[in-house]
């Protein structure tokens, strides 16, 4: 099956500051890879997403780079705000199967 | 987006007793819905995919008959733990998949189980 990784666990970045998450992914047929928000005692709130036939999404701040050939993926946010200290999932799924999800980095922006 | 509202947000309940959560699909009909255990610090762990009609597909090492689940309405999915002990207690969230695009995912509020 499918086996995600992701790094690192945790993260500290200064207000301003760039924060990159990698993930990498061992099914090479995997073909869709989202990224998810998680507060405190509420769900994952899905905040980027990107498919196999795209090497790179942005929103804003946010963006999502994907190398398929070393089958890894990485999230990019620029100007960190303290509100998006939070724990950030990747995932990657292969057509309709299930997810399958990264262990998670917690990130913390400080003022 | 899509919106997938999950209800309680918290519950505690005595020992012996059975909880239900419900995640209902509000905007889409969904006809496969998901349930995932969360753990402190630790990521998501898939209990069971709900298909509407039929029978929940558990995953490896998930008890059928403590989890119950019936997914009776294409916007309704339900998880009952029965005769929950503390070691039950835990943060559920369920997920559907809005459209015919099976792959995107959006997730509920969760539910965090106290059982005392």
């Known amino acids: 099956g499918e086996n995600v990784e992701q790094h690192p666990s945790t993260l500290s970045v200064q207000e301003g500051d760039s924060a990159v998450i990698k993930c990498t992914y061992s099914?090479?047929?995997?073909?869709?890879f989202p990224w998810y928000k998680q507060e405190l005692g509420k769900g994952p709130q899905l905040i980027i997403d990107?498919?196999?036939?795209?090497g790179e999404k942005k929103d804003q701040r946010i963006a999502v780079t994907l190398n398929k050939t070393a089958k890894h993926f990485s999230l990019h946010i620029t100007e960190t705000q303290p509100e998006d200290s939070a724990v950030y999932f990747c995932a990657a799924i292969r057509g309709y199967s299930t997810l399958t999800f990264g262990k998670g980095t917690m990130l913390l922006v400080s003022p | 987006g899509a919106v997938v509202s999950q209800h309680p947000s918290w519950v505690i309940c005595k020992s012996g007793t059975s909880v239900k959560i419900e995640c209902r699909s509000l905007?889409?009909?969904?006809?496969?819905m998901f349930w995932y255990r969360q753990f402190p610090k630790q990521s998501l762990m898939l209990m069971a995919t709900s298909n509407e009609g039929s029978k929940a597909t558990y995953e490896q090492g998930v008890e059928k008959d403590k989890f119950l689940i019936n997914h009776a309405s294409l916007t309704l999915s339900t998880l009952t733990v029965t005769s929950a002990h503390p070691e039950d207690s835990s943060f559920y969230i369920c997920?559907?998949?809005?459209?015919?695009?099976?792959?995107?995912?959006?997730f509920g509020q969760g539910t965090r189980l106290t059982v005392v």
């Open positions: 997920s559907a998949p809005p459209g015919s695009v099976a792959t995107e995912a959006f």
């Open positions: 905007d889409f009909q969904a006809t496969t």
């Open positions: 990107i498919r196999s036939n795209v």
């Open positions: 099914d090479s047929a995997s073909n869709y």
